[in-house]
């Protein structure tokens, strides 16, 4: 295995680390609510009254992150590794997971861990793991290279 120097980006990933952090601890420190991705989106397709702004602006924020980096720093080369039934059954995959698991990578291993959450450890052991088991069989048992079918 290889360390790729020019995709190694320590500063940047600082950078969105901290403004991840950042906006987990605003969002349970002036909402008191988790910032878990999946929990979020999930409760914009079943709205409550007041709690759909919120949500809104969560998302609309993520969504318009790229935009806001772009007017400082040059976006990198999008290439997709997978085909299109890859990336449909890898997304059908998470969401089931994050309903067995109660919330996603981002509730559990961000703010759960933050908060010692036993659960979340568990959860966040089992991501890992199943990702860890996945790369190895799709990598080395199976032999697919770095591009998908």
């Known amino acids: 295995m290889t360390l790729d120097l020019a995709s ?5 990933s600082l950078a969105g680390g901290v403004l991840i952090g950042v906006a987990a601890a605003m969002l349970a420190l002036l909402n008191g609510r988790i910032a878990g ?6 409760g914009l397709l079943s709205p409550r009254p007041q709690e759909t702004s919120w949500r809104l602006a969560f998302v609309l924020g993520l969504m318009a992150s790229p935009a806001v980096y772009a007017w400082g720093a040059t976006l990198p080369e999008l290439s997709m590794q997978a085909s299109g039934p890859w990336l ?3 997304g059908l995959l998470v969401g089931i997971g994050t309903r067995y698991a109660s919330g996603c990578t981002s509730g559990h291993g961000v703010c759960g861990l933050s908060r ?3 659960r979340s450890l568990a959860a966040t052991l089992a991501f890992m793991g199943a990702g ?12 697919f290279g ?3 079918p």
């Open 88 to 90: 449909v059954a890898a």
């Open 116 to 118: 010692r959450s036993p």
């Open 8 to 12: 190694f980006t320590p500063w940047t």
């Open 132 to 143: 860890f088991v996945t790369v190895f069989i799709v990598r080395h048992l199976l032999a």
């Open 146 to 148: 770095p591009e998908l």
């Open 37 to 42: 991705i999946s929990g979020i989106v999930g």
